[in-house]
């Protein structure tokens, strides 16, 4: 929601953890830490295509595509 504090957490599969995690460009006023941890307060408002990519201590990448 637009204004509101936001924190949520990523999880992966596949590979051997941990993963490090990195994405296209999120929504401003969000960041994602390496760890997959999306926090911030969203400073505005519409709809967007975000991916999602992980790699895991052996190196093998993912995706994962979030759609609103």
Do not use: K, R
């Amino acid at each position: 929601t637009l204004g509101s504090s936001y924190s949520t957490g990523l999880s992966g599969s596949g590979g051997i953890g941990p993963y490090t995690w990195s994405s296209t460009s999120l929504p401003a006023g969000l960041s994602l830490s390496s760890s997959g941890v999306i926090t911030g307060t969203p400073t505005s408002g519409g709809t967007t295509s975000i991916t999602f990519m992980y790699e895991g201590a052996t190196n093998q990448a993912q995706d994962q595509i979030f759609l609103p």
